[in-house]
């Protein structure tokens, strides 16, 4: 297992809204509702190797995306606290450098995950089914 997966499950995988989350590489994937489903993905913004945003897509399983939302680690967590020592480190990321991927200059913790978790599936309950319970039956 990779970092970007180690990282990927502690974000989300003791979520109560992705049901059944899958980790692969860079990605996460998992249920929404019965039609939904939802692919985050550790990206890089503006640097190549330089992993600073999950990108968040909510795809519909047979009409494809739904809606695509990029978010930015720091936008989520704030500046690194690490920033006033390296000017290299103002924002939060993962970059990868002779084949190995690393937190740089930061190191979150359980604090943070749940700060991350929380944003995104706030984001990501707002394209869940109100009553996942009926199952779409008529009263």
């Not at 200059?105 to 943070?112: E, S, T």
Request: aromatic share 10%; with cysteine.
């Amino acid at each position: 297992m990779n970092l970007y997966e180690q990282e990927l499950r502690k974000i989300f995988g003791e979520s109560k809204v992705l049901q059944n989350p899958q980790f692969c590489g860079k990605t996460c994937l998992a249920k929404l509702d019965e039609e939904l489903r939802v692919k985050i993905q550790f990206e890089s913004a503006k640097v190549s190797q330089k992993y600073d945003s999950l990108c968040v897509s909510v795809i519909n399983r047979t009409e494809g995306v739904v809606d695509k939302e990029m978010f930015r680690i720091s936008d989520i967590l704030g500046e690194n606290p690490n920033h006033a020592s390296n000017i290299f480190a103002a924002d939060i990321h993962i970059w990868e450098c002779d084949g190995k991927a690393e937190w740089y200059a930061f190191q979150p913790v359980q604090k943070d995950y749940e700060v991350i978790e929380s944003t995104i599936s706030g984001y990501l309950s707002l394209y869940q089914e109100e009553d996942m319970g009926m199952g779409g039956q008529m009263m």
